[in-house]
């Protein structure tokens, strides 16, 4: 990447590249076409699904929308810049079949996410392996599969893949993850200014930059910042990076003598999308030129990639893509209110529901066309308590969703669950199967499959008296749960 020798570095100023390709390549040489608006809740895809008689529960992912989303996002930040998908929003094959060709990176932090991005098509030297922590197993597994791009939260992280790195006799290089001083502006989930396993704390690295240098192995080769998530607007944005460009310069004069320079500078994301209710992706008309004037300001030789700069998303790129159908299995009234129970819960959507991170999920009811519907004379909508039909009161997804009164087989629909749906929920508690995923591309027959839950075969059964069984090891053997009625 950038020269081994120090040299004193303009901050945020890269020393010259020597081999651009150790770091995941640059998107810049892709220019996708003009979309339109985001559509509101990919309803032809809905309704293609339902015409190829899929059967529910199951996700529809409309590819297209995707593709505009990629679109959008790529309008709307500054060239040249890269851009990463974040693969735990949805690592469905077909979601990143279509990432991968609409000119996206992966970003990954899990041996799972690496086998998902290198099947789709990714190289490995595309691949960013990130994560607050890894296990020595995973990451010598990501450098023999030929990764050599990571992201770091410590100086452990550091001493750890400078001695993964050297058992593998490679060169690799890092971001440092940077923990700000000041939470993200907006209401989205606060990602720093607060105690956290992301980043090393800003005042930290100011204390000590030579704990967080090159090794023998490893070259610091950027920052990487990431503030907060799902920002409404494009002012919280700006906000939001102008501020972790401020950061970035005070820390990247500090580490300056102690690193080949700074390279790269991933700002990360935080573009806003609806989940589980109506809307568009966040209108993000004048991010471009907001964008441009900060990395001007802060960064004078970005657009000679002197950093290189990378955005990442997952939300944004495929949130608004993704509809959960869902049949009422029962409807009853209980102490006075209206009650329905779905062939879906919180195993199939909104498993982190339970720490607070959603909303209520408030479903629609559909036609057999997949349009959404009025109330077919069943009189208005009232405040109905939605469940799933998991053995936990736990199972709710809303206590008061407007709901006409429901009958057993109505089809409902959740929208803009895209991101952070199946792979985000609870899917092996109880045991039931995973509802279909489905994969619309404009006229082409949609691509069915399930995600099945697996262990290997057990050991069979060890012989009587042997070491392996209970009698054998002098203990008693179990109770039969149903004794013989003979014995």
């Not at 923990?179 to 704390?201: C, E, I, K, Y």
Request: some cysteine; proline content about 10%; glycine content about 12%.
């Amino acid at each position: 990447m950038s020269e081994t020798t120090a040299r004193p570095a303009r901050p945020l100023e890269a020393a010259p590249e020597k081999s651009p390709e150790k770091f995941p390549g640059t998107t810049s040489g892709v220019s996708p076409e003009p979309l339109p608006a985001a559509s509101a809740q990919a309803a032809p895809a809905v309704a293609a699904a339902l015409r190829a008689g899929v059967e529910t529960p199951a996700y529809v992912y409309d590819l297209a929308e995707i593709r505009a989303n990629v679109a959008r996002l790529r309008a709307a930040l500054p060239e040249p810049s890269d851009l990463y998908y974040s693969l735990k929003a949805n690592p469905h094959p077909e979601v990143l079949g279509t990432l991968r060709r609409a000119g996206t990176l992966p970003e990954v932090c899990s041996p799972g996410e690496l086998a998902a991005a290198l099947a789709a098509g990714w190289a490995a030297g595309q691949i960013l392996y990130t994560g607050p922590g890894k296990r020595d197993q995973d990451v010598a597994a990501a450098l023999a599969a030929g990764v050599r791009a990571f992201c770091v939260d410590s100086p452990v992280g550091l001493d750890q893949l400078d001695r993964l790195a050297a058992a593998a006799g490679a060169q690799v290089d890092t971001l440092l993850r940077v923990n700000d001083d000041r939470p993200s502006p907006g209401n989205g989930l606060a990602m720093t200014g607060v105690a956290s396993q992301f980043g090393a704390d800003t005042g930290w690295v100011l204390d000590e930059p030579a704990r967080f240098g090159d090794r023998e192995r490893v070259r610091v080769v950027g920052l990487h910042l990431y503030m907060g998530t799902n920002l409404p607007g494009v002012g919280e944005l700006l906000d939001q990076f102008g501020q972790s460009l401020a950061t970035a310069g005070r820390l990247a004069a500090a580490l300056a003598p102690h690193t080949a320079g700074m390279s790269v500078l991933d700002l990360g994301g935080g573009f806003g999308a609806p989940f589980a209710h109506g809307g568009e992706a966040g209108d993000l008309g004048g991010l471009r030129a907001g964008l441009a004037g900060l990395l001007d300001r802060a960064a004078a030789g970005w657009p000679a990639r002197r950093p290189r700069i990378a955005f990442e998303s997952g939300r944004y790129l495929v949130g608004t893509a993704g509809t959960l159908l869902t049949r009422v299995l029962d409807a009853k009234t209980s102490h006075g209110r209206d009650v329905v129970v779905l062939e879906s819960g919180i195993n199939h959507l909104g498993g982190m529901s339970g720490l607070r991170r959603l909303p209520p999920l408030n479903p629609t009811l559909l036609g057999a066309a997949g349009h959404a519907r009025d109330t077919d004379g069943r009189g208005e909508t009232r405040p109905t308590l939605v469940t799933g039909p998991l053995c936990t009161p736990l199972d709710t997804w809303s206590r008061s969703a407007p709901l006409p009164p429901l009958r057993p087989g109505d089809l409902l629909a959740v929208p803009n669950v895209g991101a952070y749906g199946l792979s985000a929920s609870l899917l092996a508690f109880l045991g039931h199967p995973a509802p279909l995923e489905v994969a619309v591309d404009g006229d082409q027959p949609p691509r069915v499959s399930r995600l099945e839950l697996s262990r290997p075969d057990p050991a069979p059964p060890a012989p009587a008296g042997s070491d392996r069984s209970p009698a054998g090891r002098g203990g008693a053997a179990p109770t039969p749960l149903h004794p013989n009625p003979e014995d």
